[in-house]
């Protein structure tokens, strides 16, 4: 996510603050290991199981997983007639995974005759994430898609006074926050929950997945009869990685103004 998706120096932008230039095309390709064992689960089979995999980053795009042919099971797949075309990489052929009654239409792809500037695509095939039950990034689950080594999540502890308001009503007020800097995002601030008025906040069946901090759960900020929809949320049981922002909880919509020592964000 660094490197091909902004600010990272393969982005594709110009506008960078350096004292050199990358060239070559606006859309970049780069491809380099993986460090560690991936596995992929459907309906109990392991469909896919390598040691030497491969993570392409893209410009704009997240890193996707390619592994050698031959960690594929290809006693589970079958060829189908779809077809895609990439400028920056060649044809795709695709194939379904079939396990009894299952099947995962078009799970996997390949580029078989990859373009002249993408050579080592050869030999390589990719997997949709969504497509199979379960991934293991060694014999942990991975949530979300398979982190990138060039991605970083940072938490740090803040005695910097933060108040999260709408319009004059105060709906959290600490001094003992958590500022969270994800790579590509802009800063976070986590809000222990004894610090804010979760009475004016009701939950939400709304879910998301961060591949480095877990599943969120969502909150409504409910204010004289106006609804503030999932403008909060946590991790509950976040990640290991991330365990400091368990209980903690972060503000974001248009309706709510965020103050660090007392000048808003």
Same mark, same amino acid.
């Given at each position: @996510?660094?490197?091909?998706?902004?600010?990272?120096?393969?982005?594709?932008?110009?506008?960078?603050?350096?004292?050199?230039?990358?060239d070559?095309?606006?859309?970049?390709?780069? @491809?380099?290991?993986?460090?560690?064992?991936v596995r992929a689960e459907f309906t109990g089979e392991t469909v896919l199981d390598t040691r030497n995999g491969v993570l392409v980053h893209e410009t704009g795009l997240l890193p996707q997983l390619y592994v050698p042919e031959a960690d594929l099971?290809?006693?589970?797949?079958?060829?189908?007639?779809?077809?895609?075309?990439?400028?920056?990489?060649?044809?795709?052929s695709y194939?379904?995974?079939?396990?009894?009654?299952?099947?995962?239409?078009?799970?996997?792809?390949?580029?078989?005759?990859?373009?002249?500037s993408a050579p080592w695509l050869a030999g390589y095939a990719a997997l949709y994430w969504d497509r199979v039950d379960r991934w293991?990034?060694?014999?942990?689950?991975?949530?979300?898609?398979?982190?990138?080594?060039?991605?970083?999540?940072?938490?740090?502890?803040?005695?910097?006074?933060?108040?999260?308001?709408?319009?004059e009503t105060v709906l959290a007020d600490s001094s003992r926050a958590l500022l969270l800097s994800e790579t590509?995002?802009?800063?976070?601030?986590?809000?222990?929950?004894?610090?804010?008025?979760?009475?004016?906040?009701?939950?939400?069946?709304t879910r998301t997945v961060c591949p480095y901090k877990g599943w969120a759960s969502y909150w409504t900020v409910n204010l004289d009869g106006v609804e503030l929809t999932d403008a909060v949320w946590g991790y509950q049981e976040p990640l290991p990685e991330s365990a400091q922002i368990a209980g903690y909880r972060s503000f974001l919509h248009e309706q709510l103004t965020t103050e660090v020592d007392g000048q808003p964000l």
């Amino acid at each position: @996510m660094t490197l091909t998706r902004l600010p990272g120096p393969l982005a594709g932008s110009d506008d960078q603050l350096t004292n050199y230039r990358v060239d070559g095309p606006a859309h970049r390709l780069l @491809m380099h290991p993986f460090p560690r064992r991936v596995r992929a689960e459907f309906t109990g089979e392991t469909v896919l199981d390598t040691r030497n995999g491969v993570l392409v980053h893209e410009t704009g795009l997240l890193p996707q997983l390619y592994v050698p042919e031959a960690d594929l099971r290809a006693d589970l797949l079958k060829s189908t007639d779809l077809h895609t075309h990439c400028p920056f990489k060649g044809d795709a052929s695709y194939r379904s995974i079939h396990v009894g009654d299952r099947v995962a239409e078009n799970a996997v792809w390949n580029y078989p005759d990859p373009i002249a500037s993408a050579p080592w695509l050869a030999g390589y095939a990719a997997l949709y994430w969504d497509r199979v039950d379960r991934w293991l990034d060694e014999d942990e689950e991975a949530v979300g898609h398979l982190p990138d080594p060039f991605h970083r999540v940072d938490i740090r502890a803040t005695s910097q006074r933060v108040r999260v308001l709408a319009g004059e009503t105060v709906l959290a007020d600490s001094s003992r926050a958590l500022l969270l800097s994800e790579t590509g995002l802009p800063n976070r601030y986590y809000l222990p929950a004894e610090d804010i008025s979760t009475e004016l906040l009701a939950a939400t069946v709304t879910r998301t997945v961060c591949p480095y901090k877990g599943w969120a759960s969502y909150w409504t900020v409910n204010l004289d009869g106006v609804e503030l929809t999932d403008a909060v949320w946590g991790y509950q049981e976040p990640l290991p990685e991330s365990a400091q922002i368990a209980g903690y909880r972060s503000f974001l919509h248009e309706q709510l103004t965020t103050e660090v020592d007392g000048q808003p964000l």
